[in-house]
């Protein structure tokens, strides 16, 4: 049984920092993604990462977050830095195994003054 669960969301002020962690569970997890959704908003994908740690961001986000992986662990992180208001949303972590993806339940990031 493939298990996602993240943690590390809260609220911050504009320029603040947090780091999100993603555990896994069940899988071999060779791709693992963040993913953000805003209220009223679509579902969007933030960072994905490798299992070689190969990584692709999205432009809103570049050179402000930085995905990782501990292979040993099976967690994945996402640092934040520079964050902004735009930043709040629900954020998720996906990964695709035995022909399914896999959500965990999601961590609020709420950045405002």
């Known amino acids: 049984q493939v298990r996602l669960v993240e943690s590390g969301g809260g609220l911050v002020q504009p320029g603040g920092s947090l780091r999100l962690s993603c555990a896994a569970s069940?899988?071999?997890?060779?791709?693992m993604d963040w993913y953000r959704q805003a209220p009223g908003k679509e579902r969007e994908l933030v960072a994905s990462i490798t299992s070689g740690g190969s990584t692709i961001y999205a432009d809103s986000v570049k050179g402000r977050f930085t995905i990782s992986r501990d292979n040993l662990k099976n967690t994945m992180y996402l640092q934040m830095n520079s964050l902004k208001p735009e930043d709040t949303a629900v954020y998720f972590c996906r990964t695709y195994e035995y022909h399914n993806y896999y959500w965990g339940q999601g961590t609020q990031v709420t950045v405002s003054s």
């Open positions: 069940g899988g071999v997890f060779r791709t």
